[in-house]
């Protein structure tokens, strides 16, 4: 049943992330096109794709986190014999369990202090966008956590078809 509800919860969060990318790519292409085309450009069309940047941002750092996406330094690791390597990936996964979880708590706080302002075209309240951070840190905690068993032990992150998250780094 776990297992289940972690790939609904995977699937999820991969449908929201590619429905906030694309509806950002359109937004951003018909207001570039209209401007070129016209000289008019669609008033909050700038702001939306701002807030959809943040969305993304801060719902996308936990998927990311759990194929390994992420920058990192692999080096000290394969210096160290395994024990010690062990005792530094359970550090690792600490201290990014621990930033999700300060992350949470200062995102919950944000929030409720600018629930009351307003986005200057849109007219949102700003804590309807700043809510991408407590629910971002949610679920970064929640990916680190479905593959804090393989990390620590094998040095392994989930795996999906298509995504090598190190194909950049010879670049």
């Known amino acids: 049943m776990i297992d289940r509800l972690d790939r609904v919860l995977v699937r999820v969060n991969q449908a929201i992330l590619i429905a906030l990318l694309a509806a950002m790519s359109v937004i951003v292409f018909a207001n570039v096109m209209l401007r070129f085309l016209t000289d008019v450009s669609i008033v909050w069309a700038e702001e939306a794709a701002r807030y959809m940047m943040i969305w993304l941002t801060f719902l996308g750092m936990g998927l990311v986190y759990r194929y390994g996406g992420h920058l990192a330094v ?53 804590g309807l966008v700043y809510t991408a951070m407590p629910l971002g840190a949610a679920l970064l905690i929640l990916h680190v956590l479905a593959v804090a068993r393989r990390f620590v032990g094998e040095r392994r992150f989930d795996g999906t078809e298509g995504f090598d998250p190190s194909a950049g780094a010879g670049l």
């Open 74 to 126: 692999d080096n000290l690791q394969d210096a160290l014999p395994p024990r010690f390597a062990r005792a530094l990936r359970v550090l690792i996964l600490l201290l990014v369990a621990g930033f999700g979880l300060l992350m949470m708590w200062i995102g919950a706080n944000h929030v409720d202090r600018t629930w009351v302002q307003t986005t200057p075209v849109l007219l949102l309240p700003f």
